[in-house]
């Protein structure tokens, strides 16, 4: 017998999880590594937060507006096939401009996504 060598997903196959407003969430995570796609719609805003995490921000569909920084000394909009790249520690928060499909990695995983503990995304 052969050992699996990988762990095959399919998005659709993953509870989403409510969160704040009308966003949700699903995520894949490994010991290293943490792939989440997060759905928002349109109004709905991520409070400012900081992490020790990398984080790549990849928007398949819709608009976020973020702004990064301790006092949003950076503004980004980021659209459809556009990516913004986090460094660790860097205040950041966000708000839709449209229905939004945002593909998030992280490194390494989020323990407070995986223990439940992220509060500012939380109703």
């Not at 399919?10 to 969160?19: G, Q, V």
């Not at 839709?96 to 109703?123: C, I, S």
């Amino acid at each position: 017998m052969s050992a699996n060598l990988a762990k095959y997903y399919r998005w659709s196959d993953l509870a989403l999880e409510p969160m704040k407003g009308s966003i949700t969430r699903r995520f894949i995570s490994t010991e290293r590594l943490m792939i989440a796609q997060v759905l928002l719609k349109k109004g709905d805003d991520v409070p400012r937060h900081v992490h020790e995490n990398e984080q790549i921000t990849y928007i398949l569909s819709g608009a976020l507006q973020l702004w990064l920084g301790t006092n949003d000394e950076q503004t980004e909009i980021v659209r459809a096939g556009e990516v913004l790249v986090i460094p660790s520690n860097v205040p950041h928060r966000a708000l839709a401009l449209e229905d939004t499909l945002d593909v998030d990695v992280f490194n390494p995983p989020r323990q407070d996504w995986l223990k439940g503990t992220d509060a500012y995304l939380r109703r």
